[in-house]
């Protein structure tokens, strides 16, 4: 390799065998990867599954159906069979059935609030309130997560709608015209379930003041003044509390007794719910027609609606020691919006305040969810029309108040400009992206920033040189320590990052600096001091442990990497390859260049292979650096 300060000649074997311990002390022989299957053996095979196709083994053994095999299904597709055998009714019934109507109280308002976001009436959040709720109580795996309508989704389905089905421009619309109006809108929202900001919003808000009505502005401000407090106290006391404080709920009553008593809606022209229809909507599958159209805006909808269910459920389920899985929770999560879209419900997912909710009033279990049923189908059933008088500025209040969270989130940013520049360069990206454009545009751009951070990262990852802690087969970058061992004509060098098409050309550059393998009259690179005497390097050894995958550009550079190695009479040993870069390699022709022997198990057992054959090769030279 290079020269090195303190440079000595190891003239006795006592010298030799310590500073070369304990490699000196020939523990074992050096490993190649045949050496090891043949001595400890592959993943055992079948012999007659090897001729077979993989196909077919699938096929076999989806056909080879038993009893035990049917109900083991069953019991991995209906998690309520799992369960609730071992369900503890003493202990978790009395806390499931309080979680279950406190979160069911909120899910009365919260529904019919996100339903206006989603530009239909306020009944189908009710809707999607009960339906959701009730298929992920029979199908998914969170035991503490807690479904129904969310913000974000709401907001992404409704420009969506309003795109689809635009508001006539006049605004003068008969009541006929107006169910015919909300019909197209509930079948644009339910076929994007089917098929699955800010500052704008504060701008439209504030160029609407002047037109807006001041009995809706007071109604709005004395809406907030309660909700607001209420939602910080239940945050602040949250361990105090016995249940949270159900502040939307009696905000709800107050303003339609208010309303009721005062004639708001005839006499200041106050915008209300109206009448609720009692029971459920005819099943009715959704306009398929429309599938073409609203394709591009389901995609983003399914995604965000996988990713915030599952990472809430992953959150809640290492808190309180189980587990989920993931393909069920994808399974419940896409039924639950398939078949609640028969209904003409709108997209759904978990949300964080209704499970932060269902958690600190006491829930267990997904029996829960049955509770918050019940309280939605009572309201659906009997209690709709004392809704009648309830002013819709209320339900725009529960909106702001249950996205306030949201806005919290920009007091975590100092931290996290702490923890990762990167991740909060993304986070910005995404947030002005959202702001300035649309959510589910803006989510695009902040996952292909996203992405291109990982592709920058992965190709300003730097090529590291070992070298050996005395008295130990430990082998850490040189930069890390100056009292590492390096033998002359060794050059051990760790690629710590996937070798791919973005990162050949990286890859080919680094190697000739350190291998001297370029054109002209270059040197091997140096990480000692600038005036030391360079070395020729005869022996490098390629740890590929940091490889953790190759693409066929990867795969043939290593090849080609390999045959200049040869041609410059340089010995080249891979180690620690996994068995997916292995094969790549091997599939892309490395065996045409090098042998099976130069293929090690460990950067220890190369680098003792190695040591061995410089002996032979060569005086037997030690560094030390001082």
């Not at 600190?360 to 049923?373: E, H, R, V, W, Y």
């Not at 091997?586 to 130069?598: H, I, K, N, S, W």
Request: glycine share 8%.
């Amino acid at each position: 390799m290079s020269g090195f300060w303190g440079t000595r000649t190891c003239s006795t074997a006592g010298e030799v065998s310590d500073l070369k311990s304990p490699l000196g002390a020939k523990l074992r022989e050096p490993l190649t990867e045949a050496r090891f299957q043949q001595i400890f053996g592959g993943a055992e095979h079948e012999p007659d599954l090897l001729a077979e196709p993989r196909w077919s083994r699938r096929c076999s053994r989806a056909r080879a159906c038993s009893a035990p095999g049917a109900w083991r299904l069953l019991l991995a597709r209906l998690p309520p069979l799992r369960w609730l055998p071992h369900y503890r009714w003493r202990a978790w019934l009395l806390g499931d059935a309080v979680a279950g109507v406190t979160v069911g109280i909120v899910h009365v308002p919260q529904g019919m609030a996100f339903a206006l976001l989603t530009s239909v009436p306020p009944v189908f959040g009710l809707y999607t309130s009960f339906f959701p709720v009730l298929l992920y109580t029979l199908l998914g795996t969170g035991r503490h997560l807690s479904t129904g309508t969310f913000a974000v989704l709401s907001l992404m389905t409704g420009s969506a709608v309003e795109r689809l089905v635009p508001e006539p421009l006049g605004r003068n619309l008969s009541g006929i015209e107006m169910e015919q109006l909300d019909a197209q809108r509930v079948g644009a929202a339910a076929a994007m379930a089917f098929g699955s900001g800010a500052l704008m919003t504060l701008a439209a808000v504030l160029t609407a003041l002047p037109r807006s009505s001041p009995a809706e502005l007071t109604i709005s401000a004395l809406s907030l003044a309660l909700l607001v407090p209420v939602k910080e106290l239940n945050v602040r006391f949250r361990d105090k509390l016995p249940t949270p404080i159900p502040g939307e709920i009696v905000m709800v009553l107050l303003a339609s007794v208010l309303c009721f008593t005062s004639s708001l809606d005839t006499r200041y022209n106050v915008q209300i719910v109206g009448l609720l229809p009692r029971g459920f909507p005819q099943p009715l599958l959704p306009d398929l027609a429309e599938l073409p159209r609203i394709l591009a805006d389901s995609l983003p909808i399914a995604l965000v609606t996988f990713a915030v269910s599952v990472s809430l459920a992953s959150i809640y389920a290492d808190k309180y020691n189980y587990s989920i899985d993931s393909n069920q929770e994808l399974l419940a999560h896409g039924v639950s919006n398939l078949v609640s879209s028969l209904f003409s419900c709108f997209p759904n997912s978990a949300t964080l305040a209704t499970t932060s909710l269902l958690v600190d009033a006491g829930g267990n279990t997904q029996l829960a969810g049955l509770f918050s049923c019940i309280v939605v189908l009572s309201v659906l059933l009997w209690l709709g029309p004392f809704f009648y008088y309830l002013p819709k500025a209320v339900l725009a209040c529960i909106n702001i108040s249950s996205m306030r969270q949201m806005f919290f989130q920009m007091q975590e940013l100092p931290q996290l400009w702490r923890i990762s520049r990167v991740d909060f360069a993304v986070w910005m990206v995404t947030w002005v992206a959202v702001v300035t454009l649309s959510v589910d545009l803006g989510l695009a751009i902040g996952v292909v920033f996203s992405m291109m951070t990982v592709v920058c990262r992965t190709q300003r990852v730097q090529c590291l040189a070992l070298g050996l802690a005395e008295g130990t087969e430990l082998y850490r970058p040189l930069r890390e320590s100056h009292k590492l061992l390096q033998v002359p004509g060794l050059c051990i060098l760790s690629y710590p990052t996937p070798l791919y098409f973005g990162t050949r050309g990286q890859f080919r550059r680094i190697l000739e600096w350190h291998l001297g393998l370029g054109g002209g009259k270059e040197t091997p690179k140096t990480d000692g001091p600038p005036n030391a005497v360079a070395e020729p390097v005869r022996v490098v050894v390629l740890d590929c442990s940091g490889v953790t995958f190759a693409d066929a550009a990867g795969a043939r550079e290593v090849v080609q990497l390999a045959s200049r190695c040869q041609d410059a009479g340089i010995h080249l040993l891979l180690a620690q390859c996994n068995a997916s870069v292995l094969g790549t390699l091997t599939q892309a022709g490395l065996l045409d260049r090098v042998t099976p022997e130069q293929l090690f198990v460990s950067v220890q057992d190369a680098a003792a292979h190695a040591l061995e054959r410089l002996e032979l090769t060569g005086p037997k030279t030690c560094t030390v650096w001082v």
